[in-house]
């Protein structure tokens, strides 16, 4: 069923559940804000620095706000839609420029300059050289002409060459901006009972814990981890259908996601996309599922597991201007912009598989929670060579009350250690992994969260991240870095409030 017509049976049927309970409407806004000031210290020789990937030394901003809107008309259809300051909201192509050459218009131009001195040329010389003076003058006619044609050929080839040699006027670039409005997610939920709902429209990857609980208020750390944000191991969010519901299995909460997807807007493996991919074909959408065991055991135990796979095009286009004429003695070419083409290639095309497991534990007041992560991105144009990740981390914190000074007040001391490694970074040029001197990076946090009042908290932190780095002895890429050269140090404060 073409994607239009899915998502267009969902609304309708959300339309026409909103019409039997619309007495029952319930419209809610909330959301978090927060602000954050940092300093950072590292080499001025690091190559993060040099790529831009390290943010300067100091710096205060407002880092998020995001507003939900909720609308739950009757029991069974939910609205829901945020509304957030972000990054990367917005993506422009501008496709690259370069000059073609247009033959058949270019031999005429040489044609009328030079042809008939040519031919004449020919024929001079072969009416007065033996053994050809003797031939009749129709052949001789016959045999300048191929001489000519032969030789003007021979010329408008070399300037192809010429031409097609020079550089682009201008290669295919991408704009991203710094901030803006996007939409984390907007989708409707057809709720039919606790083991079968739908969801259509655009959602958060339910992928592990940090990737749906990214709310500011609700996370321990300043600095979430890198593979749920810089070098992500699941899309953030996509646009599709999305099945998902719980049951009770021997007293114990078993819940499920499954859905069908654009997948993942781009290759690029710091890229930060709120758009996916338009497919092509069926291999094209994308599919995953996670499920989530809650136990009782303790104060609170969860295991989850997640799937995903999916493809990843991207194109380039070229717009190419012909040559239709070029001044033989000069050679410069002249150009006719009205006969303009513009090509569309395919710059990448490769298959992602990502999985994943996650867990929480939660026992009087102390908090453990890990995830790990692996994504395999497998090149489709060129003979299925394979990059991997493999990312882990592990967050331990316990909450202290300070009922002593605010009934509300409470401190969470909290340690974190990150892990990500790749290989086969020259296997997937559109990752833009080869030109960088590193297979990967550990990070080490340490802070306190402060709980003031039941909405707003102040976090302190500390972060080393420490890189591993890969030294070559020649080549465009030799080096010499140690670990300290490549160490990347801050400090953070982030006061949050939810409303």
Same mark, same amino acid.
């Given at each position: 069923?073409?994607?239009?017509?899915?998502?267009?049976?969902?609304?309708?049927?959300?339309? #026409?559940?909103?019409?039997?309970?619309?007495?029952?409407?319930?419209?809610?806004?909330?959301?978090?804000?927060?602000?954050?000031?940092?300093?950072?210290?590292?080499?001025?020789?690091?190559?993060?620095?040099?790529?831009?990937?390290?943010?300067?030394?100091?710096?205060?901003?407002?880092?998020?706000?995001?507003?939900?809107?909720?609308?739950?008309?009757?029991?069974?259809?939910?609205?829901?839609?945020?509304?957030? /300051?972000?990054?990367?909201?917005?993506?422009?192509?501008?496709?690259?420029?370069?000059?073609?050459?247009?033959?058949?218009?270019?031999?005429?131009?040489?044609?009328?300059?030079?042809?008939?001195?040519?031919?004449?040329?020919?024929?001079?010389?072969?009416?007065?050289?033996?053994?050809?003076?003797?031939?009749?003058?129709?052949? $001789?006619?016959?045999?300048?002409?191929?001489?000519?044609?032969?030789?003007?050929?021979?010329?408008?080839?070399?300037?192809?060459?010429?031409?097609?040699?020079?550089?682009?006027?201008?290669?295919?670039?991408?704009?991203?901006?710094?901030?803006?409005?996007?939409?984390?997610?907007?989708?409707?939920?057809?709720?039919?009972?606790?083991? $079968?709902?739908?969801?259509?429209?655009?959602?958060?990857?339910?992928?592990?814990?940090?990737?749906?609980?990214?709310?500011?208020?609700?996370?321990?750390? #300043?600095?979430?981890?890198?593979?749920?944000?810089?070098?992500?191991?699941?899309?953030?969010?996509?646009?599709?259908?999305?099945?998902?519901?719980?049951?009770?299995?021997?007293?114990?909460?078993?819940?499920?996601?499954?859905?069908?997807?654009?997948?993942?807007?781009?290759?690029?493996?710091?890229?930060?996309?709120?758009?996916?991919?338009?497919?092509?074909?069926?291999?094209?959408?994308?599919?995953?599922?996670?499920?989530?065991?809650? $136990?009782?055991?303790?104060?609170?135990?969860?295991?989850?597991?997640?799937?995903?796979?999916?493809?990843?095009?991207?194109?380039?286009?070229?717009?190419?201007?012909?040559?239709?004429?070029?001044?033989?003695?000069?050679?410069?070419?002249?150009?006719? /912009?009205?006969?303009?083409?513009?090509?569309?290639?395919?710059?990448?095309?490769?298959?992602?598989?990502?999985?994943?497991?996650?867990?929480?534990?939660?026992?009087?007041?102390?908090?453990?929670?890990?995830?790990?992560?692996?994504?395999?991105?497998?090149?489709?144009?060129?003979?299925?060579?394979?990059?991997?990740?493999?990312?882990?981390?592990?967050?331990?914190?316990?909450?202290?009350?300070?009922?002593?000074?605010?009934?509300?007040?409470?401190?969470?001391?909290?340690?974190?250690?990150?892990?990500?490694?790749?290989?086969?970074?020259?296997?997937?040029?559109?990752?833009?992994?080869?030109?960088?001197?590193?297979?990967?990076?550990?990070?080490?946090?340490?802070?306190?969260?402060?709980?003031?009042?039941?909405?707003?908290?102040?976090? $302190?932190?500390?972060?080393?991240?420490?890189?591993?780095?890969?030294?070559?002895?020649?080549?465009?890429?030799?080096?010499?870095?140690?670990?300290?050269?490549?160490?990347?140090?801050?400090?953070?404060?982030?006061?949050?409030?939810?409303?």
């Amino acid at each position: 069923m073409p994607r239009t017509r899915v998502y267009h049976f969902f609304f309708v049927l959300g339309a #026409v559940a909103t019409a039997i309970h619309a007495d029952e409407s319930a419209f809610k806004a909330y959301g978090f804000a927060d602000v954050r000031s940092y300093d950072g210290w590292y080499s001025q020789d690091n190559f993060l620095r040099q790529y831009g990937i390290v943010a300067p030394n100091t710096g205060l901003f407002v880092d998020h706000v995001n507003t939900y809107f909720d609308w739950k008309p009757n029991p069974n259809v939910r609205f829901l839609a945020e509304v957030a /300051l972000n990054r990367d909201p917005a993506k422009i192509t501008y496709p690259g420029q370069r000059i073609g050459i247009d033959s058949t218009s270019v031999y005429s131009s040489v044609y009328s300059q030079v042809g008939t001195a040519t031919k004449s040329g020919f024929l001079a010389y072969l009416q007065n050289t033996a053994p050809y003076s003797s031939l009749p003058s129709p052949f $001789l006619e016959h045999l300048a002409d191929s001489l000519t044609q032969d030789t003007l050929a021979k010329t408008v080839h070399g300037i192809g060459q010429a031409i097609r040699a020079k550089e682009a006027l201008q290669n295919p670039s991408t704009l991203r901006k710094d901030h803006g409005i996007s939409l984390p997610r907007v989708h409707l939920d057809i709720l039919v009972n606790d083991e $079968l709902n739908f969801r259509v429209g655009k959602f958060i990857t339910p992928a592990g814990i940090w990737n749906v609980d990214h709310g500011s208020p609700a996370i321990l750390t #300043v600095r979430q981890p890198y593979q749920t944000t810089f070098i992500a191991m699941f899309p953030e969010s996509q646009t599709g259908v999305q099945a998902f519901g719980k049951n009770v299995v021997m007293d114990q909460d078993l819940s499920y996601m499954g859905w069908v997807s654009t997948g993942r807007g781009g290759l690029d493996v710091t890229g930060s996309y709120d758009y996916g991919q338009d497919p092509q074909n069926l291999d094209d959408w994308a599919w995953g599922s996670h499920l989530q065991l809650d $136990l009782s055991t303790l104060d609170g135990i969860r295991l989850g597991g997640t799937f995903h796979t999916g493809t990843i095009r991207e194109t380039e286009e070229w717009a190419t201007i012909p040559v239709t004429s070029v001044d033989v003695p000069t050679q410069e070419p002249t150009t006719d /912009l009205a006969k303009t083409t513009i090509q569309t290639t395919q710059s990448l095309y490769a298959r992602e598989i990502c999985y994943g497991l996650d867990t929480k534990i939660r026992w009087n007041k102390l908090l453990v929670q890990g995830e790990w992560n692996h994504r395999k991105v497998i090149n489709l144009l060129d003979g299925d060579k394979e990059t991997e990740f493999n990312s882990w981390y592990i967050l331990v914190s316990r909450t202290i009350p300070l009922d002593f000074l605010v009934k509300t007040f409470e401190v969470a001391p909290y340690v974190m250690h990150e892990s990500i490694g790749w290989t086969g970074a020259d296997n997937n040029r559109g990752l833009y992994l080869s030109g960088i001197p590193m297979e990967g990076f550990q990070t080490w946090i340490a802070g306190l969260n402060f709980g003031i009042y039941s909405n707003v908290r102040l976090k $302190l932190e500390y972060s080393h991240v420490g890189i591993d780095e890969v030294n070559f002895s020649t080549g465009e890429l030799a080096n010499t870095y140690t670990p300290s050269d490549l160490a990347v140090e801050e400090l953070d404060a982030q006061l949050s409030v939810a409303f």
